[in-house]
T-cell receptor, first 112, second 112 residues
């Protein structure tokens, strides 16, 4: 079945640094979604991507739908302590009727 | 804004008890999902539903059942709770037009 590899698994960075994480799929996806989850809460949608090559921003966050349609990237610029959390990618391919495939998550810690 | 409400944030039950986790959404979405989240295992799909009275097994349905009698409500049932069902349970609803998944705040269930 379809699989998603998300990397890195965790990051510990200094406040102000930029962050990059990515997801790769074993098959083509038509939709990529990026979520952030804070401790004790449910994931919250950050960015949705629907077209190969699409680049979308949400404040300091920028995500891209890879040209091959098998990967996606999330960048956070000038990180701040409230960026702490787990970031998940999720993809939707054809034929699985609404079900999303989730990456394992990237845990981000920011040192003030 | 989409509102997905899970009935309990924290729940403690004993082994063998029947447990009901309730989820209500206010966006008239057809698709609803139940996931469990465990450290190191990511989000795993238990059951989903595309419409009232319809249900489909996800990746880990054993030990669970669901009920969707009304469009806005999707219930997860643990027929006889076991300690290995201690987990964070997340309900989600999906907009079919754009595949975006919206999560509730989660229920942290402990089975003793």
């Amino acid at each position: 079945g379809q699989q998603l590899n998300q990397s890195p698994q965790s990051m510990f960075i200094q406040e102000g640094e930029d962050v990059s994480m990515n997801c790769t799929s074993s098959s083509i996806f038509n939709t990529w979604l990026w979520y952030k989850q804070e401790p004790g809460e449910g994931p919250v949608l950050l960015i949705a991507l629907y077209k190969a090559g699409e680049l979308t921003s949400n404040g300091r966050l920028t995500a891209q739908f890879g040209i091959t349609r098998k990967d996606s990237f999330l960048n956070i610029s000038a990180s701040i302590p409230s960026d702490v959390g787990i970031y998940f990618c999720a993809g939707h391919g054809s034929g699985n009727t609404g079900k999303l495939i989730f990456g394992q998550g990237t845990t981000l810690q920011v040192k003030p | 804004d989409v509102k997905v409400t899970q009935s309990s944030r924290y729940l403690v039950k004993r082994t063998g008890e029947k447990v009901f986790l309730e989820c209500v959404q206010d966006m008239d979405h057809e698709n609803m999902f139940w996931y469990r989240q465990d450290p190191g295992l990511g989000l795993r799909l238990i059951y989903f539903s595309y419409d009232v009275k319809m249900k489909e097994k996800g990746d880990i349905p054993e030990g669970y059942s669901v009920s969707r009698e009304k469009k806005e409500r999707f219930s997860l049932i643990l027929e006889s709770a076991s300690t290995n069902q201690t987990s964070m349970y997340l309900c989600a609803t999906q907009d079919r037009l754009n595949e975006k998944l919206f999560f509730g705040s989660g229920t942290q269930l402990s089975v003793l």
